[in-house]
């Protein structure tokens, strides 16, 4: 079965400092790869997508996602973040199964930008 | 502009109230589904829907209903609310043909049965 595993759930970083948040999924089928970001009181919006061509997604806001095959992992990174990037950050994979494309979202990782 | 739009934002009910969740969607989207969010579970599917008249349980269906008469609209029916079903709940909806397809969330539904 497919899954996906965000294992860090809170991330504090100070403000202009890196960021990676990580994410690892299980699947014995091609999937999609997707991150996800939920601002407070929001619904979630896309921030980047890999679906095929260059392995390294990037974001209009400065963050950027590699997709790695071998090691199944599609984690996000930023090399200074803001105050602003404050969020919950979901990755998610899509596969198709059973004639439909199904999301499967991992369980989040709050994003803590200090000054 | 493109939009899912959820209705009510916050609502405080009692146990066995029957309510409805209001959803509608802009985007002539086929695909429609809810979704409740919880602390260290994520976000698990309640039901979805591929077309009109077309539904199906998602992830974690009990206690909850759907329907689907226009394609636009996809409200979620709490029949009798427990407290258990005191969620953060966010309808969806995308394109069903291609690939890689971006999900489009409501801003959210918060929920409290007492």
């Known amino acids: 079965a497919q899954s996906v595993t965000q294992l860090d759930s809170q991330v504090p970083v100070f403000e202009e400092a890196p960021v990676e948040l990580r994410c690892n999924y299980s699947?014995?089928?091609?999937?999609?790869l997707f991150w996800y970001v939920q601002y407070p009181n929001q619904g979630l919006q896309l921030l980047l997508k890999?679906?095929?061509?260059?392995?390294l997604v990037k974001s209009i806001n400065g963050f950027e996602a590699e997709f790695n095959k071998s090691q199944t992992s599609f984690h996000l990174r930023k090399p200074s973040v803001h105050i602003s990037d404050t969020a919950e950050y979901f990755c998610?994979?899509?596969?198709?199964?059973?004639?439909?494309?199904?999301?499967?979202f991992g369980t989040g990782t709050r994003l803590k930008v200090l000054a | 502009e493109a939009q899912v739009t959820q209705n009510p934002r916050y609502l405080i009910t009692v146990t066995g109230k029957k309510l409805t969740v209001t959803c509608s969607q802009n985007?002539?989207?086929?695909?429609m589904s809810w979704y409740r969010q919880d602390p260290g579970l994520g976000l698990r599917q309640i039901y979805y829907?591929?077309?009109?008249?077309?539904?199906d349980k998602g992830d974690v269906p009990e206690g909850y209903k759907v329907s689907r008469k226009e394609k636009r609209n996809f409200p979620l029916i709490l029949e009798s609310p427990s407290p258990n079903q005191t969620s953060l709940y966010f309808c969806?909806?995308?394109?069903?043909?291609?690939?890689?397809?971006?999900?489009?969330f409501g801003e959210g539904s918060w929920l409290t049965v007492v």
């Open positions: 829907s591929m077309n009109v008249e077309a539904t």
């Open positions: 890999y679906l095929s061509g260059s392995t």
């Open positions: 998610a994979v899509s596969h198709l199964t059973s004639g439909t494309y199904k999301y499967i």
């Open positions: 969806a909806s995308r394109p069903l043909a291609g690939t890689g397809n971006t999900i489009y």
């Open positions: 985007m002539n989207h086929e695909y």
């Open positions: 699947s014995s089928v091609s999937v999609y």
